[in-house]
């Protein structure tokens, strides 16, 4: 069986095709939604999900969330004394479902569908895959987010012959893709994104607001680790209200004093017309690589958490002068689209005729050189596959030697819109030997090959001596090698992870703790005698006793949680 997994930049969740639809996988606690947070103490102890985010605010030290925005980068994360790369953390959360799903559906799971953003370079996808791995799952397809979340609305229409935009805003990533659904065909007109554009960004605007507004130096103290979640929590909590109320009080101890800061959603709105700018450029570029007018769209659809904000919803009716459709769950939508994939892959009768197409959302090339008179000049961009081609595709360029006997020629492959490489990615580089013969009779053809994953693979050959040299994007800036690849799976058997059962009262645990921070007077004294109470359980090793204090005790603790949203 293969399942369908969103591993997201603030939650994560699984789903499976059953019964002619796909099916949401609930994890240890019930829930659909795991929280893409993991944390590690000093003796290796592992947690992941709602018990690691409630832990944030007591160790912020030993947690670690928002690593999918380090996806393929070198950066390294400090827990529990011990440094960890996005891509192995992301293996301990991709773990956790994968053990959610065995034990919800009753067998092994090796294999997985996983979502990306559509804006995901060949680095960041490798690195998915390498975290996939690393959690004992074998990646039978990458598929970007807003065509998983389009396959999940598609299905809801396959009689229609329609057009849609989908406006994919999560937690730390946003895309945009045109679709087109005809003869139950699904095909990517054109992609865009900004993989560093999201709900996290609004939180980090509201704090930097609160802190200008208090007139207070950037490295003011008040941004010592316990201080600055207490931050964040309050900037979410002031988020929500201003999304379902006309004002929202920041309110923040400080030194052992609350400082208040009032501030109406017209005033919000002000904050984030930068965000709202960043938000456009995408779309632009989308519709017209698209070459649509947007009065042809027969819909918009919203997908990602973030998209539940009034505001957000605003801006979109007002840029396409219609109300948007959000009537699958925003949260789930992509998880529900990539079970769909996987049951294609596995090639179930009821999505037998389903075709899904996609494209490359960014224009890949090389490095060349241009004449200027007597004088040549470096660092131009010289396009191979073009963004918005439809995928798999394979595309060859010939060039040529630019100086007489010239022996090597070094490509250098880039990412990027831009014309000169500067303001491109840069990828990876190969450094081929030619003959040496007079400028320009050299030939060298370079061929691009981009797969269904969104995996580059470069071939170039020197047809003079019939020389080839593959290059096989592997050793990137940031990403793992072979060599270090080992080592981090050895590291991660190490770690002692908790028996699933057992899962179920460390996130409890770590839920009073995490409302004791946050409460005062008789609530932080309740909550501490219910926290001891529960450890005196827990040491009895009564499973029936832990069971009857949980379902007592959890209805509370949500209504605690609801009246401090409020």
Not at 244 to 272: H, K, P
Not at 410 to 423: A, C, H, L, M, W
Not at 483 to 505: G, M, T, V, Y
Not at 534 to 557: G, T
Request: aromatic letters at 8%.
């Amino acid at each position: 069986m293969i399942i369908g997994i969103d591993l997201g930049t603030t939650n994560s969740l699984a789903a499976v095709w059953r019964n002619g639809q796909s099916e949401l996988i609930p994890n240890a606690l019930g829930k659909f939604l795991t929280p893409s947070v993991v944390y590690v103490d000093e003796d290796g102890m592992v947690l992941t999900g709602e018990a690691a985010r409630d832990l944030q605010l007591i160790k912020p030290q030993n947690c670690a969330s928002n690593f999918k925005r380090m996806m393929g980068t070198s950066k390294m994360l400090k827990l529990g004394g011990r440094e960890f790369r996005a891509e192995e953390l992301s293996s301990l959360v991709l773990r956790q479902l994968k053990e959610d799903a065995e034990n919800y559906l009753g067998e092994e799971i090796t294999e997985a569908v996983i979502s990306v953003p559509a804006y995901f370079g060949d680095v960041q996808r490798k690195a998915t895959k390498l975290a996939a791995t690393m959690a004992g799952l074998n990646v039978e397809r990458l598929i970007n987010e807003p065509t998983a979340a389009a396959l999940a609305y598609g299905l809801h229409n396959k009689n229609d012959e329609h057009q849609f935009l989908v406006f994919d805003l999560g937690g730390g990533t946003f895309d945009v893709s045109i679709l087109e659904l005809f003869d139950n065909i699904m095909e990517v007109r054109a992609s865009a994104g900004d993989n560093f554009l999201g709900g996290e960004d609004i939180v980090d605007i509201l704090i930097e607001a609160y802190r200008s507004h208090l007139d207070l130096p950037v490295n003011f103290e008040w941004c010592e680790p316990t201080l600055q979640r207490h931050l964040r929590i309050e900037a979410e909590r002031v988020k929500r209200v201003l999304s379902m109320r006309d004002e929202a009080t920041f309110s923040v101890e400080i030194e052992g004093q609350y400082c208040d800061w009032n501030l109406t959603t017209e005033e919000f709105e002000e904050l984030l017309q930068a965000f709202f700018e960043r938000i456009r450029i995408p779309l632009e570029r989308t519709i017209r690589d698209a070459r649509i007018d947007i009065s042809q769209l027969d819909q918009v659809v919203l997908v990602g958490g973030t998209t539940r904000m009034p505001l957000i919803r605003k801006l979109v009716t007002r840029l396409f002068g219609r109300i948007p459709a959000m009537h699958l769950n925003p949260d789930e939508v992509i998880a529900q689209g990539a079970a769909i994939q996987a049951a294609l892959k596995a090639r179930h009768r009821e999505l037998q005729d389903v075709v899904v197409t996609d494209v490359c959302p960014y224009s890949l090339g090389v490095e060349t050189s241009k004449s200027l008179g007597h004088t040549r000049e470096d660092g131009y961009f010289s396009p191979i596959i073009e963004r918005n081609k439809s995928i798999p595709c394979s595309r060859v360029n010939n060039f040529y030697t630019i100086y007489d006997q010239q022996t090597q020629v070094n490509f250098k492959i880039y990412q990027g819109e831009s014309r000169r490489v500067v303001d491109n990615i840069f990828l990876a580089e190969l450094l081929v030997n030619v003959p040496p013969k007079p400028v320009g009779e050299v030939k060298i053809e370079v061929r691009f090959t981009y797969d269904i994953n969104g995996i580059l693979d470069v071939d170039i050959t020197v047809p003079l001596t019939g020389a080839k040299n593959r290059l096989v994007i592997e050793q990137n800036p940031g990403a793992l090698t072979e060599e270090e690849i080992k080592p981090s799976l050895a590291k991660l058997a190490q770690l002692k992870i908790h028996p699933r059962d057992e899962q179920i009262n460390q996130a409890l645990i770590a839920r009073m703790d995490h409302l004791y921070q946050l409460s005062l007077s008789e609530t932080r004294i309740w909550i501490s005698d219910c926290s001891r109470k529960f450890s005196y359980l827990l040491e009895l090793q009564d499973p029936d006793l832990i069971a009857d204090f949980r379902s007592k005790i959890e209805p509370i603790l949500d209504n605690l949680e609801r009246d401090r949203l409020l």
